[in-house]
């Protein structure tokens, strides 16, 4: 990565993706169907669209750029991950990951 602290930017995403996953026995399959069917039928028809009217293209892009800054915003800003998965949880998945990852380091220590 070209600048060092892009790197947090796939761990901590890798990470959440895991903690919702722990909570969530359905998450894995949703993102894979969202990131490898729904958004990439999107853009597709967003590109089917620009072919056919660049006027139309750019409105639909517009909108669908409005609605994924109102979900970031509020997802970030309103707490609305906190609706999906509460602070305490989060906390407890995290403690949860540390200790797994003691216990690997610990067992990989012994092995040696």
Do not use: N
């Amino acid at each position: 990565f070209p600048v060092p602290i892009m790197r947090k930017v796939p761990l901590e995403a890798a990470t959440l993706l895991g903690l919702y996953a722990s909570q969530f026995r359905f998450v894995p399959a949703i993102y894979v169907l969202v990131a490898f069917v729904v958004l990439p039928g999107i853009f597709l028809g967003v590109s089917a669209i620009f072919d056919a009217s660049i006027a139309g293209g750019v409105v639909v892009l517009l909108i669908l750029m409005a609605l994924s800054s109102v979900f970031v915003f509020w997802w970030v800003r309103l707490g609305g991950c906190y609706r999906v998965l509460s602070e305490e949880a989060r906390e407890e998945g995290r403690r949860a990951l540390e200790q797994a990852d003691r216990d690997l380091v610990e067992g990989e220590a012994l092995q040696t």
